[in-house]
């Protein structure tokens, strides 16, 4: 069966500092590869996807920058974190049905 | 922009009664159509979907129903329950990456 694990599950950052959150993915190959944020009371606003190792679309400007050096491994990065940076990340993959799977998400402050 | 519209922010429902989230979309070319309940500090979890070709889905005490010439979608939940008190999120499916574009939520309280 197919699983998705996201880490850490919180992290508490000082502004300036930066930033790296990790995703990997077991039993599926090529998934599409998701990054949402998810600011308090508010809904989902995707980050980046991806479709392919070293295929990265980003969605919105912004201070973060995504990565995906294997398969099945999806890289959220910064190097400058921002007050505005704090919220719930989270990380998907997509399915050959087309369905979206979730991974646990990461609470990041930022300090 | 918000691709997707969802109402109402938030929901308050009797046990045993029916909740009605509203959602609608403009892109004619998004192709599948999810529901994900999310508890907090969980992640969102896959409830049902539907594709545009179908007009109604039911699992259980969950239905989609499907207006594809407005361009609009609904989660009805019969026989509400307390442990049904979630947020709900409607979805999208779209473009180059099959990205997913998901509505502002709504919070259900179902009260005992």
């Known amino acids: 069966s197919q699983t998705i694990h996201q880490w850490p599950a919180t992290l508490v950052q000082p502004v300036g500092s930066p930033l790296s959150l990790e995703c990997t993915v077991e039993?599926?190959?090529?998934?599409?590869l998701y990054w949402y944020r998810q600011a308090a009371g508010r809904g989902l606003q995707l980050l980046f996807y991806?479709?392919?190792?070293?295929?990265i679309s980003s969605e919105v400007p912004q201070n973060l920058s995504a990565s995906r050096p294997q398969d099945r491994q999806f890289i959220l990065s910064s190097k400058k974190l921002l007050l505005s940076d704090s919220g719930f990340y989270l990380c998907?993959?997509?399915?050959?049905?087309?369905?979206?799977?979730f991974g646990q998400g990461t609470r990041l402050t930022v300090v | 922009q918000q691709q997707v519209k969802q109402s109402p922010q938030s929901l308050i429902v009797q046990k045993g009664g029916i909740s009605i989230i509203n959602c609608a979309y403009e892109?004619?070319?998004?192709?599948?159509f999810p529901w994900y309940q999310q508890f907090p500090g969980k992640g969102p979890a896959l409830l049902i979907a539907?594709?545009?070709?179908?007009s109604e889905k039911k699992e259980g005490r969950f239905t989609i129903s499907f207006n594809k010439s407005a361009k609009q979608f609904s989660l009805h939940i019969m026989d509400s329950q307390p442990g049904d008190s979630a947020t709900y999120f409607c979805?999208?499916?779209?473009?180059?990456?099959?990205?997913?574009?998901f509505g502002t939520g709504t919070s259900l309280t179902v009260i005992p």
């Open positions: 539907i594709r545009p070709d179908v």
């Open positions: 998907a993959y997509g399915t050959g049905a087309g369905k979206a799977f």
């Open positions: 979805a999208a499916r779209g473009g180059t990456g099959n990205q997913f574009y």
């Open positions: 039993g599926t190959s090529n998934p599409n």
């Open positions: 991806s479709v392919g190792i070293g295929q």
């Open positions: 892109n004619t070319a998004f192709d599948y």
